[in-house]
């Protein structure tokens, strides 16, 4: 950044006081940042701009939550819907960033090196590594070319790995389309495409989940279904403990919790196992797994994780059915056969 005449400063504490000490009373600088869709993102936002000049983009998503909406203007409270609408809108969309008219070399983001922290195995985190994991996953044996087949089995390495940089920003959700729709193009192999757009579609759920956040943002703590807000649980500290440590006596289960406190990261079907073991046998309430995962992933995103737990839970609007428990002996024969 300094060969470019600019620098980097790294600052812990809180957003917009940071801001203001940088700022030092030049209410005139503008700030450039991605809008954020949690309530936490949207009042530092607020307390940012009383300060600056704050431009606000939508990097975090392909498409502003703005622009997919129902015919009357609604959000969409169903994914394939919401999926229907959204390509009509991408289709539309004009990609490819033009680095050189922003003066920007590509190649000088790869020497941005943020460490998340939160775990001693955490990944390093560098632009560098998100693009290497992103040709591995796509390249002639990459996880790409079994991901309609395999990627649900927890024991084989076919998911692309991209969450935690994803979160981080060190790679965004247009560079991802970008390189689907690629993959796309590249071949008329109707078993790869499938698998491209089995992975595609999962990038669509993201979209769908920080567009609902946006529209709903009481979502993250709050039940989407109203009728399933009262629900009476039983929040055992000691069946929540035997979670959180991976004690409670199913294999699949507790190699999952340890395996999340250990990384910081696990396969989506273990999220949805021990979601659903801590929700519907345990009968836990979902914000309080959620907040164990706030903790621990080191891809956390409020978005997509309240999302998803309500979508486990039972309690979204497109959700797993309230009476849908999966069975964690099954599950591990099935998506860990050899344990
Ligand atoms: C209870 C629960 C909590 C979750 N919390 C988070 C979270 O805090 N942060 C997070 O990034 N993901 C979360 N997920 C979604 C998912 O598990 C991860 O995104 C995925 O496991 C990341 O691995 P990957 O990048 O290899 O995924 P891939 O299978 O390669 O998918 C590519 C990308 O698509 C998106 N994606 C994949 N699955 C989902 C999904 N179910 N919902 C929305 N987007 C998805 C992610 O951005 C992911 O990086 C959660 C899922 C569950 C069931």
Request: include cysteine; proline fraction near 3%; charge should be neutral.
């Amino acid at each position: 950044m300094r060969e470019i005449g600019s620098r980097l400063l790294i600052k812990q504490g809180d957003t917009a006081q940071e801001l203001a000490k940088i700022i030092d009373g030049e209410s005139t600088i503008p700030v450039f940042a991605n809008a954020g869709y949690s309530r936490h993102s949207k009042f530092v936002e607020s307390q940012v701009a009383r300060h600056t000049q704050l431009r606000l983009f939508s990097g975090q998503v392909t498409i502003d939550p703005s622009g997919v909406s129902k015919e009357n203007g609604e959000p969409f409270k169903v994914y394939s819907a919401f999926r229907r609408k959204w390509e009509q809108v991408y289709q539309k969309k004009i990609f490819r960033t033009d680095y050189q008219s922003l003066g920007i070399k590509p190649e000088i983001m790869s020497s941005c090196d943020l460490h998340s922290g939160k775990n001693s195995l955490a990944r390093s985190s560098t632009r560098a590594n998100a693009v290497r994991t992103l040709r591995k996953f796509t390249g002639l044996k990459g996880g790409i070319n079994r991901y309609s087949e395999l990627s649900d089995r927890v024991d084989q390495n076919t998911t692309s790995g991209m969450s935690e940089f994803i979160s981080l920003g060190l790679i965004g959700p247009n560079e991802l389309f970008e390189v689907a729709d690629y993959l796309r193009y590249s071949s008329d192999d109707n078993r790869y495409l499938g698998s491209v757009n089995s992975w595609r579609n999962q990038l669509i759920w993201r979209e769908f989940f920080k567009h609902s956040l946006d529209h709903f943002p009481d979502s993250e703590n709050q039940s989407l279904n109203p009728n399933l807000e009262s629900i009476d649980w039983i929040n055992q500290k000691v069946d929540i403990d035997a979670w959180n440590d991976g004690e409670t006596g199913y294999p699949i289960v507790d190699a999952a919790m340890r395996q999340l406190s250990e990384d910081g990261w696990i396969h989506n079907r273990l999220r949805m196992i021990v979601a659903s073991f801590l929700v519907k046998d345990l009968l836990v309430d979902w914000r309080i797994g959620a907040n164990w995962f706030h903790d621990k992933l080191v891809d956390y995103d409020s978005a997509l994780n309240s999302g998803n737990w309500q979508w486990v839970a039972g309690t979204g609007f497109d959700a797993s059915p309230f009476f849908r428990v999966f069975n964690p002996v099954l599950q591990g024969r099935k998506f860990d056969p050899k344990g």
